[in-house]
């Protein structure tokens, strides 16, 4: 289908303030008397607080006030509320906020933070969820059980397992005596940061009216608005949350974090807005963590290779707070299918409390854990059956009349995933493949995917736009622009919509709460989806307020009207019209008698019937899943054991590419973030629990001579949700990277591996154990 | 101990008062509001807070401001001329090369620092350059992409 706006290249309204330092992001705010705050951290990862002395700090230079969370009884959380702004008896994570410093300048807050003085008492700290699942381990929450959480969620009262999520689909484990072949493994996906170039940061400011602001960099402007107003007993109209341009958020910005701690501090000075931006440490130690996922996976199969049964244990160690985490453990569940069609599934997620860092989103959300198990076990499965993993994969591949792991039935209208595959296959592998030479092994690997909506059944995205006197249109949404172009989107819809010029449609800036439409929050690859449907309906009713004014203006009825973005018009007549602007506040006619609304609409969307599990953990998500299929050719230097991609290529099914150039840069920048976490990103911590790269030396995020040469693609079938087909891409390219390059190692050196990141250091000992097996 | 320290910082000669070993970024940021240098790290791995210092591209956030007394400094508010971008800012603006925009002013001010000084500059040192920045969201090819157009635009541009 060809459309005039979608399928083009425009550039971003964002673009030219971005490029001239202009762009006003969290840190650059400045406000009237505003104060800035330092925050303690504990030297354990998991100790009680015996006792805290502020006296020193407080007499040092500008100091306003020292707070403590001593007596602080306040719980919040959007699925389970077992977080608290600051520690109160027990501290539970390395950075975990103790204690806080308000003062003149940030320089002065932390000078202060240095005089205070804690004594602990340290408890065992537990990194991963195999050691906190014990039945000797000591409660990380003596409370799990006792908090209020979503109705969905299972709590393990007296152990550490914060939530139990449980799926059956058939005959569920019992389906393996269907199978001839079976293979399992136990496959890890460790700790790892975001990493957003902007560290996360929030400014809070208690007034004097009894209402509160708040700035952050976040995505989830209406939860800080609807949580802070339950913490604090105000009404939600009386708590006002703005949102600057974002730099980077890849998931650790939504849900609700900082922000608390930061309204804790800021309650004790009202009156005075007070900013906390993380350092980098702080970015890695003090917010929200990715990953931690352990999959332990086994697959079925008939001898002919059709997929029958699959049972999956996912252990996620879920941090010292599992508000944020149980999702996410939900969504690997699930999802740990991959782009595949099993009769009987059993699939079982435990979110289990541990000393780290809350986990939260990530780009992917438990998609690429899950489906880096699968597709690693797939490669693995297709050599026992001695099948080529190609069409191993193509008899099983979801695709229209199967069933996923929720029950959902899928249709042409979810795209092509056999489509994607040939297409990357045809790129990657019709080529020979290249012999080891004097100093590298050459190696191939594929990874087919699937993404699902995960979101919420009540999530939906709101869209107001006002048409103004000369008929050009203003446009304003909730959705968090944190670098994927949203805004640029919307222009792009909402001309399409109404056959306006994009150049003629100005996009909202900041989001605030007072004014934007209401979105839950902009995650889970969403927007383009749901906000798009939002814009489309809006731009409907636009319409229809148009043709309704015209329609007194014309004497005629509406349905004999048409509109062409410049004109409504008669149908048999298009001579007797009525030009748009003169129709934008009411027709003025001649005498000045006014008749008619002012063009204005507003509307939202949610996906459709997305429901809550039912007692087997199936229900829909929305059918709005989306397939693509990714592939890495790879190079292993012999000396050093250091993995080069030489080339990446991935091909989504997205329903209808609504900006080429902006769509592209998505997928390169998430592949190469999930290369990252293949080849060199984890967050590591002692036993103790510290974190001991929290810094960009040791914690290693992919550079320019890092990156490889990409080739992306895309197929369009267009979906029934979102706007003229389009399907979501955000999250998707990182889903494929891990098992692609791990399946090219395989291809290259004959070796496994079942847990990333491959080092260097590790591929050589590989290599010399190999040396000693063929020797021996 | 406070010292006055005087350097020309895009275009105006500034005076300020300062300790002399507290860092440019948090001069240039926090007394004298030029809110366009970022800062993304602790220990000058991130490269968003580059600016200018006498033609040369500098981490501000490592540079105590005693060493730029007398200096010209340039930052990313420095580089347009009324509505007019600096071909760089052209180029980077229209590439795909800006996603959530943190990284941008230190890459473009790296590049001017490379291109105003060496417009011929091969693509290993371009490589070079941009290797000393972090960028989360676009994949590098975009910003590579528009670090070419920029060389032409200035290559032409000195022709004439």
């Given at each position: 289908m060809s459309y005039k706006y979608i399928g083009k290249s425009y550039n971003r309204p964002d673009a030219i303030n971005k490029v001239t330092g202009k762009a006003q992001y969290l840190d650059d705010i400045r406000l009237p008397g505003m104060l800035h705050a330092a925050i303690l951290h504990p030297e354990y990862a998991h100790a009680r607080i015996i006792s805290i002395d502020t006296s020193e700090a407080e007499k040092?230079?500008?100091?306003v006030k020292v707070v403590t969370g001593?007596?602080?009884?306040l719980h919040y959380g959007?699925?389970?509320?077992?977080?608290?702004p600051m520690a109160d008896e027990?501290?539970?994570?390395?950075?975990?906020?103790v204690a806080a410093v308000v003062a003149d300048t940030t320089f002065n807050a932390q000078k202060a933070l240095e005089k205070i003085k804690v004594v602990y008492e340290p408890l065992p700290v537990y990194i991963d969820a195999r050691d906190s699942m014990r039945e000797d381990a000591v409660l990380i929450h003596e409370e799990n059980g006792d908090y209020w959480h979503l109705p969905t969620l299972k709590p393990q009262s007296?152990?550490?397992?914060?939530n139990l999520y449980q799926l059956k689909k058939?005959?569920?484990?019992?389906?393996?005596?269907?199978?001839?072949v079976v293979v399992e493994g136990d496959f890890l996906y460790p700790f790892g940061s975001c990493a957003a170039i902007e560290p996360h940061g929030s400014i809070v400011w208690f007034k004097e009216d009894n209402t509160i602001e708040a700035w952050s960099s976040s995505i989830c402007p209406f939860i800080i608005r609807q949580d802070l107003a339950h913490s604090y007993g105000?009404?939600?109209?009386?708590v006002r949350v703005h949102i600057p341009d974002?730099?980077?958020?890849?998931?650790?910005?939504?849900?609700?974090?900082v922000e608390q701690t930061v309204a804790y501090i800021a309650s004790f000075v009202p009156g005075y807005p007070v900013k906390w931006v993380a350092s980098r440490k702080e970015d890695f130690t003090s917010t929200l963590l990715g990953h931690g996922i352990r999959m332990i996976m086994k697959i079925g199969a008939k001898k002919d290779g059709k997929l029958v049964a699959m049972e999956t244990k996912v252990l996620h160690s879920?941090?010292?707070?599992?508000d944020t985490a149980v999702n996410v453990t939900i969504a690997a569940t699930h999802n740990c299918t991959g782009p595949y069609e099993f009769d009987h599934c059993d699939l079982t997620g435990y979110t289990v409390y541990t000393n780290t860092p809350p986990v939260g989103a990530y780009r992917g959300y438990g998609h690429q854990e899950a489906q880096f198990a699968t597709e690693r076990l797939m490669e693995i499965l297709a050599r026992k059956l001695g099948m080529n993993s190609f069409e191993l994969r193509k008899m099983n591949y979801l695709c229209e009349g199967k069933v996923n792991s929720l029950g959902e039935m899928m249709w042409k209208?979810?795209?092509d995933m056999k489509a994607c595959a040939e297409k990357v296959q045809n790129l990657v592998f019709s080529k020979e493949s290249l012999h080891e030479d004097e100093n590298f092994y050459y190696g191939r690997g594929f990874a087919a995917l699937m993404k699902s909506p995960k979101g919420a059944p009540f999530s939906t995205k709101g869209c107001y736009i006002k048409m103004n006197i000369d008929g050009s249109i203003s446009i304003n949404m909730g959705?968090?622009?944190?670098?994927?172009?949203l805004r640029t989107i919307v222009q792009q819809i909402a001309g399409e919509a109404l056959h306006i010029?994009?150049?003629r449609i100005r996009v909202y800036n900041e989001i605030d709460t007072q004014y934007s439409p209401y979105e839950?929050?902009?995650?889970?690859?969403m927007f383009t989806t749901q906000g798009g449907r939002a814009i489309i309906r809006a731009a409907d009713k636009l319409i229809m307020v148009l043709k309704q004014t015209a329609a007194q203006v014309l004497k005629t009825?509406?349905?004999?009207l048409d509109y062409d973005g410049e004109y409504v018009f008669?149908?048999?007549?298009?001579?007797?019209r009525v030009a748009v602007p003169e129709l934008s506040r009411g027709y003025i006619t001649s005498d000045g008698i006014t008749i008619g609304e002012v063009a204005q609409s507003v509307s939202d969307a949610r996906l459709p019937r997305y429901s809550n599990p039912d007692q087997n953990g199936q229900?829909?998500?929305?059918?709005e899943y989306t397939f693509g299929a990714q592939a890495a050719e790879i190079r292993i230097e012999k000396k050093s054991g250091k993995i080069f991609v030489d080339h990446f290529a991935s091909t989504f099914?997205?329903?209808?590419?609504?900006n080429p150039l902006q769509i592209r840069g998505s997928v390169m920048g998430g592949v190469l973030m999930a290369i990252g976490a293949t080849l060199y990103e984890k967050v590591e911590f002692d036993q103790d629990g510290k974190?001991?790269?929290?810094?960009?030396f040791k914690y290693h995020l992919p550079t320019y001579k890092e990156a490889p040469q990409q080739t992306v693609d895309f197929i369009e079938?267009?979906?029934?949700?979102?706007?003229?087909g389009a399907r979501g891409i955000g999250?998707?390219?990182?889903?494929?990277p891990a098992p692609a390059i791990l399946n090219a190692i395989y291809d290259a050196i004959g070796v496994d591996f079942?847990?990333?990141?491959?080092?260097p250091e590790i591929i050589k000992k590989a290599l010399a154990n190999k040396q000693q097996k063929e020797y021996a | 101990m406070v010292e006055k320290i005087s350097f020309t910082i895009n275009g105006q000669l500034r005076v300020v008062e300062v300790d002399?070993?507290?860092m440019l970024i948090d001069v240039i940021r926090?007394?004298?509001?030029?809110?366009?240098t970022k800062r993304g790290?602790?220990?000058?791995?991130?490269?968003?807070c580059t600016v200018v210092i006498n033609g040369k591209a500098t981490k501000?956030?490592?540079?105590?401001?005693?060493?730029?007394?007398g200096a010209e400094i340039l930052t990313v508010?420095?580089?347009?001329?009324g509505k007019e971008l600096h071909p760089i800012q052209k180029s980077i603006s229209e590439s795909?090369?800006?996603?959530?925009?943190?990284c941008t002013p230190g890459i473009v001010m790296e590049l001017y620092g490379l291109l105003e000084n060496?417009?011929?500059?091969?693509e290993l040192e371009i490589s070079n350059s941009l290797n000393k920045h972090l960028c989360r969201?676009?994949?590098?090819e975009p910003i590579k992409d528009g670090a070419l157009m920029a060389q032409k635009i200035i290559q032409d541009r000195n022709k004439n």
């Open positions: 040092m230079p500008g100091v001593k007596g602080c009884k959007d699925n389970i509320k077992d977080l608290v027990k501290v539970r994570y390395i950075g975990e906020p007296g152990t550490n397992v914060a058939g005959q569920g484990k019992d389906g393996f005596s269907e199978a001839d105000v009404p939600e109209s009386d974002i730099g980077g958020c890849f998931g650790y910005k939504s849900d609700i974090t879920g941090g010292a707070y599992a209208t979810n795209g959705g968090a622009e944190v670098g994927q172009g010029p994009p150049e839950w929050q902009t995650i889970g690859s009825d509406v349905d004999y008669l149908k048999n007549d298009p001579s007797i229900g829909s998500l929305g059918v099914d997205v329903g209808q590419v609504i974190i001991t790269n929290p810094h960009f079938n267009p979906g029934t949700v979102g706007p003229f999250e998707h390219p990182v889903i494929g079942f847990e990333i990141p491959v080092t | 002399p070993e507290m926090e007394i004298l509001n030029l809110t366009g790290c602790d220990n000058a791995t991130c490269g968003t501000s956030c490592n540079t105590p401001v005693s060493k730029v007394a508010e420095g580089l347009a001329r795909g090369a800006i996603q959530c925009g943190f060496k417009p011929d500059a091969s969201c676009t994949g590098f």
